[in-house]
């Protein structure tokens, strides 16, 4: 039997693993709160939503898109002036240069604990 466990609690653990989720969805979830919970996991996970596609065409588009995702990601160090180690979750935001028209960015970090 699955488990279910809160959107949150997804977040947080994927999060914690560096992990990114990418979702398919179909134009007939438009009635269900799915899309927005997918988005949501998608969004804070530093992953992307794709429409669900019977193109072969259009089906391979994306995944070449996910594959250059995983293949161009970048690793951003900074050390917070009052870094606490409290193994808590803390949200940041990057601001990319005018240049740049988007970056795709999980929301933030987990704290290390001593």
Do not use: W
Request: some cysteine; proline content about 5%; overall charge neutral.
């Amino acid at each position: 039997m699955a488990k279910t466990m809160p959107a949150k609690d997804a977040v947080d653990a994927c999060q914690h693993l560096n992990a990114a989720i990418y979702t398919f969805r179909s134009e007939s979830d438009r009635d269900s709160t799915g899309p927005a919970t997918l988005a949501q996991l998608a969004r804070e996970t530093g992953g992307r939503v794709f429409r669900n596609s019977e193109s072969a065409a259009e089906i391979s588009d994306d995944l070449h898109l996910i594959e250059s995702d995983m293949r161009n990601q970048y690793r951003l160090v900074f050390r917070p002036h009052a870094l606490k180690h409290d193994g808590a979750f803390h949200q940041i935001v990057l601001l990319p240069p005018n240049r740049v028209a988007t970056v795709n960015v999980r929301s933030g970090y987990t704290a290390p604990k001593q």
